[in-house]
Nanobody, 124 residues
Framework: QLQLVESGGGLVQAGGSLRLSCAVY????????IAWFRQAPGKEREVLSC????????TYLDSVKGRFTYSRDNAKNMVYLQMTSLKPEDTAVYYC?????????????????WGQGTQVTVSS
């Protein structure tokens, strides 16, 4: 069974940091890409970044460039999202996702394997 499980969310003050984790089950990081998304209340889900199976990262959202760092541990089959200098506007449910369609990052509509999400709340 293909499964993603996020953890590490919580409440943090503005300027603080959090590290989110995404545990991968049923496939390896060499087989599929992993993307990070977030969805704030009342807003559409937006893609932050994607790590393709060879390990290259693409950051899509300008507002997180320089603040969010993506990494993976192939031995643990885990992906991480290190978030620093957090802002209240970063408050959202964060998801990791993958796709059954490719080893490479794909258009948003093709992500069909999703975690349950983890809540990040940044207070001002």
């Amino acid at each position: 069974q293909l499964q993603l499980v996020e953890s590490g969310g919580g409440l943090v003050q503005a300027g603080g940091s959090l590290r989110l984790s995404c545990a991968v089950y049923g496939f390896t990081l060499n087989d599929k890409p992993i993307a990070w998304f977030r969805q704030a209340p009342g807003k559409e889900r937006e893609v932050l970044s994607c790590l393709n199976s060879p390990g290259d990262t693409t950051t899509y959202l300008d507002s997180v460039k320089g603040r969010f760092t993506y990494s993976r541990d192939n031995a643990k089959n885990m992906v991480y999202l290190q978030m620093t200098s957090l802002k209240p506007e970063d408050t959202a449910v964060y998801y990791c996702a993958s796709t059954s369609h490719s080893r490479w990052c794909v258009p948003v509509s093709l992500y069909d394997i999703w975690g349950q999400g983890t809540q990040v709340t940044v207070s001002s």
